[in-house]
């Protein structure tokens, strides 16, 4: 800096980024927040464990909450532009985040993720936030700040899981590593993440090991449940009583976990249409997804707390495989018809639990009623949107539910004699079990 110069001249590490440098940086993590969350929405239905299947759908909302706060700061630090759908210099580096989606295996995707792309986003904002500065770009020091911290528990979680998978699949363990490798490689080829300018380069082409994505036709279950796809015998015997008392609180715990058909089917779907609505459907249904998986943990948590032997209890398939092989549509159609079915009778059970001191069941189902009405206002909106998008008629929603009902109405029907003698023997021992905890199922030692 010349020393002659007429001007107050100091060298500042506070003016290193000025407004629009800052967004460019922003939109690049906006982008690879996008493609991490999408590509773990869609592999929900196959991995197995209920942990990773609920944690995931944690994760997926967190990095959808992280990435709708780039996003909108972005819009603030470049006002008033609002174009934000192109990648630009960046598009190597995005559609390098978007190749976990076509991962060749479970722990691949695990170590993929878990190993190379969270740890890239992690250094990244570790040294946005140290270089960047926290008087002008304060409200950006906020949310970055904990979406680093959250990335940290993230990626302990992906290892952790990577491991497991990879001490109970052996075989996987060579290709799993090779394309964690790959992509690692990819990734210092474009030159990471980083919070240098980026100059666009030329896509490499497909990675080695590749598999193209597609939805799976079954979903992967937990070998800790007693495995099945009809997982009461009311769903397939319309003479079955829901119930009342003991059987409530049981026939209600065990709905609760199997919403992890729901779980699933909120990935799948959030991915399906993620190039094909706007933004805030991702944003939206990433909230779903994770409002789903804390349905089903409220009926884990319960069992649980009762005392059951999770062997014993029925975690089925059945929703999910009615809508396999169809347009992704009639996944959003099942999650919104048939989620929402039951608004009406949630306050009523909510108050029998009441009634029977059970103020955990009381409890949970209080706030999923909550959560339902929200989802419900989803459902409307994105399936309207969804079929103008498409150019089609917003009205034919009537045709998708009806379309929906026959599909599970058909499924159902597949129902062997067999499985529905196994699901009614379940169902009285569980019962049985339940009795011996007489009055009610208590979780705390009443007085
Ligand atoms: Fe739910
Ligand atoms: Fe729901």
Not at 12 to 23: E, N, V
Not at 140 to 150: G, I, N, P
Not at 240 to 255: H, K
Not at 408 to 423: F, L, P, R
């Amino acid at each position: 800096m010349s020393q002659s110069s007429p001007f107050l001249l100091k060298s500042q590490t506070r003016a290193r980024w000025m407004r629009l440098d800052t967004a460019q940086l922003l939109k690049r993590f906006y982008f690879c927040e996008r493609k991490i969350l999408t590509s773990c929405a869609a592999w929900i239905p196959a991995t197995a464990s209920l942990e990773i299947k609920t944690t995931l759908a944690r994760f997926v909302w967190q990095n959808a909450e992280t990435a709708h706060a780039l996003r909108n700061r972005v819009f603030e630090l470049r006002f008033p532009n609002r174009v934000l759908e192109e990648e630009g210099a960046d598009q190597t580096l995005v559609e390098l985040f978007g190749a976990a989606k076509d991962s060749p295996s479970v722990p691949a995707f695990l170590l993929c993720i878990g190993k190379v792309l969270l740890p890239a986003l992690r250094d990244s904002y570790q040294a946005y936030l140290t270089s960047s500065d926290s008087i002008a770009d304060g409200p950006t020091h906020r949310f970055l700040s904990l979406a680093l911290t959250e990335k940290l528990e993230q990626i302990a979680a992906f290892e952790r899981w990577a491991e497991s998978e990879l001490s109970s699949c052996p075989a996987l363990r060579a290709g799993a590593h090779e394309w964690a490798a790959a992509v690692a490689d990819r990734l210092s080829q474009v030159e990471g993440i980083g919070v240098a300018t980026s100059s666009a380069g030329a896509s490499t082409g497909p990675l080695p090991g590749r598999m193209t994505y597609s939805i799976p036709d079954r979903p992967a279950r937990d070998s800790r449940f007693w495995p099945c796809r009809f997982y009461w015998p009311d769903i397939v015997d319309p003479t079955f009583p829901y119930g009342e008392g003991m059987q409530l609180q049981l026939r209600s715990a065990v709905s609760h976990i199997n919403e992890v058909w729901a779980i699933e089917t909120g990935g799948v779907m959030l991915s399906a249409f993620a190039d094909v609505l706007p933004w805030e459907w991702i944003h939206d249904s990433a909230r779903w997804t994770y409002d789903e998986s804390r349905h089903c943990r409220m009926g884990y948590e319960r069992l649980v707390a009762w005392g059951f032997d999770l062997a014993q209890i029925p975690v089925g398939t059945y929703i999910y495989d009615s809508a396999s092989g169809q347009d992704p549509i009639y996944r959003l159609g099942m999650l919104y018809f048939f989620e929402t079915k039951n608004i009406r009778h949630k306050l009523r059970r909510a108050q029998l639990f009441h009634k029977y001191g059970d103020a955990l069941s009381e409890h949970d189902m209080d706030f999923d009623w909550a959560d339902e009405t929200i989802h419900a206002g989803y459902g409307k909106h994105w399936l309207s949107e969804l079929l103008a998008a498409r150019g089609e008629d917003p009205a034919a929603q009537d045709l998708i539910r009806q379309r929906c009902g026959e599909l599970v109405a058909s499924y159902v029907a597949t129902a062997t004699a067999q499985e529905v003698t196994d699901i009614k023997r379940i169902a009285s021992a569980l019962m049985k079990q339940a009795e011996q905890k007489q009055p009610y199922l208590q979780t705390e030692p009443s007085d």
